[in-house]
């Protein structure tokens, strides 16, 4: 059971990693250091984890690499951890991080209604089956990944940090 754990853990980490690492190609020049209205704080481990439906989340933890903030949420397992990644960024830097996914073999899906343009991806190569919510109001992109959660509680969570982000 360990090894499951620590897969679920490994998948949600490779697929936040490989983004980060792609999505904000477009940046050149740029400044590279996130705006000061990106903060964790937008989401706590408390409301974070009744969303999602995750019991007994604690953190984050924040690491900005690249312009982006990554926040992490711990489980009780690992098995279920949240990872939070918010950038500002433009049309190009969106689009590189959806063919980030695809370049990955992972299929993703557009979805309507949230922010300017968003979509889903579900990697289901581990043993764990990891979600990803994406989503971009015109200059944040949010972006939750987690393999304890439906797409649709990701999608909420990530209405709600849109909303605060922009006040």
């Known amino acids: 059971m360990n090894s499951f754990h620590r897969t679920g853990w490994l998948a949600a980490g490779l697929l936040s990693l490989a ?17 000061s209205n990106l903060s964790c704080d937008v989401a706590p481990a ?17 690491e900005t690499t690249y312009g982006t903030l990554v926040c992490t949420y711990a489980a009780p397992t690992n098995e279920h951890a949240v990872i939070l990644r918010m950038l500002e960024t433009d049309a190009d830097g969106f689009d590189a991080g959806r063919e980030s996914f695809e370049d990955l073999g992972i299929v993703t899906e557009d979805i309507a209604g949230l922010g300017q343009r968003a979509y889903s991806a ?18 944040y992109e949010v972006q939750i990944s987690t393999t304890g959660s439906s797409v649709d509680a990701l999608r909420t969570m990530v209405a709600t940090i849109l909303l605060r982000l922009a006040e």
């Open 46 to 62: 408390g409301e974070m984890g009744s969303t999602l439906g995750v019991a007994g989340l604690t953190g984050p933890s924040a």
């Open 122 to 139: 579900t990697d289901a190569t581990a043993a764990a089956v990891s979600h990803t919510v994406v989503a971009w109001d015109g200059t």
């Open 19 to 35: 983004v980060v690492s792609c999505s904000n190609d477009s940046d050149e020049g740029n400044d590279q250091n996130p705006s």
